[in-house]
């Protein structure tokens, strides 16, 4: 079974930057698509980043100019890039590998914290 294991949240001020990894335990290049979510205190789950196979990207409209999605296939990684962090970012930050219906893969998260 595949593994996903997210890293790289924390406790940041307004304005800080962080690079969240999510290390595949197997190869990326097999997902149609890997993809960050986030659910924070009393919201629902929503779609934060996706790059699919063909390296298309998808971003939510919260988001745009702000993060970057990007694969590393040699480390089985996938990253998410978050400069100029606000509150309203404060999250479980969740990755996700996705082919079809019988494989996908979810991580448990890594939380990221924006607050002063």
């Known amino acids: 079974q595949v593994q996903l294991v997210e890293s790289g949240g924390g406790l940041v001020q307004p304005g800080a930057s962080l690079r969240l990894s999510c290390v595949v335990s197997?190869?990326?290049?097999?997902?149609?698509?890997l993809g960050w979510y986030r659910q924070a205190p009393g919201n629902e789950r929503e779609l934060v980043a996706r790059?699919?196979?063909?390296?298309?990207?998808y971003y939510a409209d919260s988001v745009k100019g702000r993060f970057t999605i990007s694969r590393d296939n040699a480390k089985n990684t996938v990253y998410l890039q978050m400069y100029s962090l606000r509150p309203e970012d404060t999250a479980v930050y969740s990755c996700?590998?996705?082919?079809?219906?019988?494989?996908?893969?979810w991580g448990q998260g890594t939380q990221v914290t924006v607050s002063s």
């Open positions: 197997g190869s990326i290049s097999s997902f149609s698509y």
């Open positions: 790059i699919a196979d063909g390296s298309s990207t």
């Open positions: 996700r590998a996705f082919k079809d219906a019988f494989a996908d893969y």
